[in-house]
């Protein structure tokens, strides 16, 4: 049977898929183009299997607030390469999704990937799965963070690999947004040492007692050596205690104290952070080419 350019044009538009892909599904499926739209379906879905163990690092940091921002949702969504991360048709997803996210108030990346996306009808998961089909790469919605504030939110994008938002309890625009610049910065953990995880303090004293113990010192001056370096680590990564990077002879807790405020939430999300990234020996690459 021959396939009319028309129809492959209206199954491109319904799929997204490029056009030798339409066209071969619809010589496939004899121009039934309801059946092609199930074989790119299950094409997509196959590549995506493929991709899925392919380590995706690289990516963009996309952040939506409501008109009020009083509501704000902020995800990292993750690909291989940079080339991908400026791509249209990546960025364009990753706004769909966030926009989607914000819509619902979703605080789980299972919830978000259930979502049906508010602009084209199909699951943002269906969606990821056509959009690996069509670049060839991993691509992962990788966290989520969904604030809500009865005062205001901040929020700060440096470019897009750095995102930042925080709830304080007074609407402050500019507050707020300085004090999301000095997160970015800054890197915080927690908004103050209350909020600190018991682990992570744990482990810095078993660091902080090894290191104190090799000074040959007394058990009572190690002692009081840890503490002082707990309450000193304590100090560097609670947003409270951090100089405020504008003016670092004030500290943050100073400036909210300052404008009566409070901050009362806040996630910082880096593209890639903790991700173990692939390395490639493209000499060795090669040579294993040639010898295979």
């Not at 992962?140 to 897009?160: A, M, P, T, V």
């Not at 000074?215 to 009572?220: A, I």
């Not at 503490?227 to 504008?246: M, N």
């Not at 806040?266 to 890639?272: K, Q």
Request: aromatic share 4%; net charge negative; glycine share 6%.
């Amino acid at each position: 049977m021959a396939i009319s350019a028309s129809l492959v044009k209206e199954l491109r538009e319904r799929s997204g898929a490029g056009m030798m892909e339409c066209k071969k599904a619809l010589e496939s499926t004899n121009g039934d183009i309801e059946a092609a739209m199930d074989a790119l379906r299950t094409s997509g879905q196959a590549k995506a299997a493929k991709r899925a163990g392919k380590i995706a690092a690289e990516g963009v940091i996309v952040i939506r607030l409501d008109d009020q921002q009083k509501n704000a949702c902020m995800i990292e969504v993750n690909c291989e390469t940079d080339f991908v991360a400026r791509s249209e048709h990546f960025l364009e997803f990753a706004q769909t999704a966030v926009a989607c996210a914000l819509q619902a108030g979703v605080s789980s990346v299972d919830e978000l990937l259930n979502l049906s996306s508010c602009a084209v009808g199909k699951s943002i998961d269906q969606t990821r799965q056509e959009m690996i089909a069509k670049i060839g790469e991993n691509v992962q919605i990788r966290r989520i963070k969904f604030i809500h504030s009865d005062g205001f939110i901040g929020s700060y994008l440096h470019g897009q690999r750095i995102g930042v938002l925080i709830a304080i309890t007074k609407r402050e625009p500019e507050l707020a947004r300085d004090l999301a610049m000095h997160i970015a910065a800054a890197n915080p953990q927690a908004i103050d040492a209350s909020q600190v995880d018991s682990n992570l303090i744990n482990r810095e004293k078993e660091i902080f007692l090894a290191q104190s113990k090799e000074s040959g010192k007394p058990d009572n001056i190690v002692e009081k050596m840890v503490s002082g370096r707990i309450a000193k680590f304590l100090k560097e990564i609670c947003l409270i205690d951090q100089p405020f990077i504008k003016d670092t002879e004030k500290l943050v807790g100073d400036l909210l104290t300052q404008h009566q405020a409070q901050a009362t939430d806040f996630a910082r999300f880096e593209v890639g952070e903790g991700i173990e990234k692939e390395t490639q020996n493209f000499v060795e690459e090669v040579k294993a080419q040639l010898k295979g």
